[in-house]
């Protein structure tokens, strides 16, 4: 007599087996994404905090609640002087500067 098959023996092992190569093929198609997501997260801090603070004149408080993410921000620093905020997310940090009234806000390069 036989045995039975790999797949009838442990198909949820079969199954898991599968979805994890069906993940791997679509994370090497959107590795440029993948790779750009890191960034995303502390520069849209930093930058729509800028507009809303220094843009928008509205309170630092307000301000903070509106850029709040589900993904935590490890650093946040907004320098009232200087018109400057630095926000850390996922290892990366980025910065936007206030420019004047008619210019707004730009991400520091």
């Not at 320098?79 to 500067?97: E, F, K, M, N, P």
Request: proline letters at 6%; glycine letters at 6%; one cysteine or more.
């Amino acid at each position: 007599m036989s045995r039975p098959s790999l797949v009838l023996r442990h198909p949820w092992l079969c199954l898991l087996l599968v979805g994890l190569l069906a993940l791997a093929a679509w994370a090497w198609q959107q590795r440029v994404a993948l790779q750009a997501f890191p960034d995303i997260l502390g520069a849209y801090t930093a930058k729509e905090y800028c507009s809303c603070r220094y843009v928008m004149g509205n309170p630092a408080d307000y301000c903070r609640a509106y850029v709040r993410q589900y993904l935590p921000i490890s650093d946040f620093n907004d320098d009232s002087q200087a018109r400057r905020v630095t926000a850390s997310a996922l290892g990366r940090t980025h910065g936007a500067s206030w420019l004047g009234p008619r210019e707004g806000c730009r991400l520091d390069p």
